[in-house]
C-alpha cells in the first residue's frame, strides 16, 4: 500500500502517537454513526444521479473519508470556519447544511445553496460559516489563511479549519500560506486529508518528503500524523490542535490519514491501485463499520437499532433527491446576480 498506513490498526509510528485512545460516550458513538452513515449514503446517491446524468461536471465523492470531516466538526465550535477543496459535500453535510440545498446544488437547481450556479465544487454558507467548495488546486489554503488573519484582527476566538489533499499539499500557495500563518500566529488549522493517490499518483512517487504532519516545520508550525479513519483519534487530535489556536499559539498541522474507496472523481476508473487493497482498506479500517462494532459490542445498540438509524437516513437521502430532481430550474436572470463587473 502506498504511504505509511502500515499497522493492521489503520495507523502509521506516528499516527499511533496521535490521542487515538480517547473514549466516546454512547451519545458521542451515535451521533458520529449516523453523521458518518448520513453522508456515505448521501455520496452513494449522489454517485447513482450521475450515472443517471441528472449531476453534470465535475463529481467528486468522498467514501471512505468520513471520519475525517465529522470528528473534525465534533471539536469545533459555533463560528468557526471551514473551507475546503472540491470534494466538499461530506464537509457541508457536516456542517449542518441541509441535505436538500446540498442535491439540489449537484443538479444545478434553483434552491441549491449557490442557486444552481455553483454545482459540485462551488457551494457556500455564510449561515453555517462554510466558505467553500474549490476548484483550483490549493487555493482554498491561502483564502482559509486569510479566515484566520480576520478572526485574528477581529479578536473573536475563531478558528479557521482549512482542509486540503495530498496532491494540493505540493502547491506554492500552500507554504507561501504557511509562512505567513506562522509569523503572524494565525488561529488555522491546516487539516492534509492524505487520502494515498491525489488525482491518481501515489504519494511516494510524487513527494519528497510523505509525512505532511512536517512540512510546517520551515515556518515552526507543529503537526501531526492522525489516524483519519478512526472518528475518536480525528476529534482528540482537532480538540488539541484547535485549543492550541484559540489560546493564540499559532498554526497547526493535522495529516490525516484517511483513503477514498472510490476514483479521483466519477470519471476515474482508478487503475492505479488494486481491487485488494481497496477490498482490505473496506474490511479492516471503514470508519463507519468501527463505530457500528462499537455500539453492537457495547450493547448500546441493536442491530435493530441500527437498521432504523440507516432507514432514516436513507429518507433523508431520498427526500433530497427527490427535491433535487423536481426542483424548477433557475431563472435566466440568476446568471446576473452576484457577479462582479
Not at 461536471?57 to 465529522?70: D, K, N, P, S, T
Not at 457541508?92 to 440545498?101: E, R
Not at 483513503?259 to 481497496?278: C, I, L, N, Q
Amino acid at each position: 500500500m502506498a504511504g505509511s498506513m502500515k499497522s493492521r490498526s489503520g495507523k502509521s509510528d506516528n499516527a499511533q502517537n496521535s490521542a487515538n485512545s480517547a473514549e466516546f460516550t454512547k451519545e458521542q458513538d451515535l451521533y458520529a454513526y449516523r453523521e458518518m452513515l448520513l453522508i456515505r449514503r448521501f455520496e452513494e446517491k449522489a454517485g447513482q444521479m450521475y450515472g443517471m446524468g441528472l449531476i453534470g461536471g465535475f463529481c467528486h465523492l468522498y467514501i471512505g473519508q468520513e471520519a475525517v470531516v465529522v470528528g473534525v466538526g465534533m471539536a469545533t465550535q459555533e463560528g468557526d470556519q471551514v473551507i475546503t477543496s472540491y470534494r466538499d459535500h461530506g464537509h457541508m453535510l457536516a456542517c449542518g447544511l441541509d441535505p436538500k440545498g446540498v442535491m439540489a446544488e449537484l443538479t444545478g437547481r434553483r434552491d441549491g445553496l449557490s442557486r444552481g450556479k455553483g454545482g459540485s465544487m462551488h457551494m457556500f454558507s455564510k449561515e453555517k460559516h462554510f466558505y467553500g467548495g474549490h476548484g483550483i488546486v490549493g487555493a482554498q489554503v491561502s483564502l482559509g489563511a486569510g479566515l484566520a488573519f480576520a478572526n485574528h484582527y477581529r479578536g473573536n476566538q475563531n478558528v479557521s479549519l482549512t482542509y486540503f489533499g495530498d496532491g494540493a499539499a505540493n502547491q506554492g500557495q500552500v507554504y507561501e500560506s504557511f509562512n505567513m500563518a506562522g509569523l503572524w500566529k494565525l488561529p488555522i488549522v491546516f487539516i492534509v486529508e492524505n487520502n494515498r493517490y491525489a488525482m491518481g499518483t501515489s504519494v511516494t512517487r510524487s513527494s519528497a518528503l510523505t509525512d505532511f504532519s512536517k512540512r510546517g516545520a520551515s515556518f515552526n508550525i507543529p503537526g501531526e500524523q492522525v489516524d483519519g479513519m478512526d472518528v475518536r483519534a480525528v476529534k482528540a487530535a482537532a480538540d488539541k490542535a484547535i485549543q492550541l489556536c484559540r489560546e493564540g499559539n499559532g498554526p497547526y498541522i493535522l495529516e490525516m490519514q484517511t483513503y477514498r474507496y472510490r476514483g479521483h472523481s466519477m470519471s476515474d476508473p482508478a487503475k492505479y491501485r488494486s481491487k485488494e487493497e481497496v477490498q482490505r482498506m473496506r474490511e479492516e479500517h471503514d470508519p463507519i463499520e468501527q463505530v457500528r462494532a462499537r455500539l453492537l459490542n457495547s450493547g448500546t445498540a441493536s442491530e435493530d437499532d441500527l437498521k432504523k438509524i440507516d432507514g432514516a437516513v436513507r429518507a433523508v437521502v431520498s427526500e433530497a433527491a427527490e427535491f433535487a430532481t423536481q426542483n424548477p430550474e433557475p431563472d435566466p436572470s440568476e446568471l446576473y446576480t452576484d457577479v462582479l463587473l
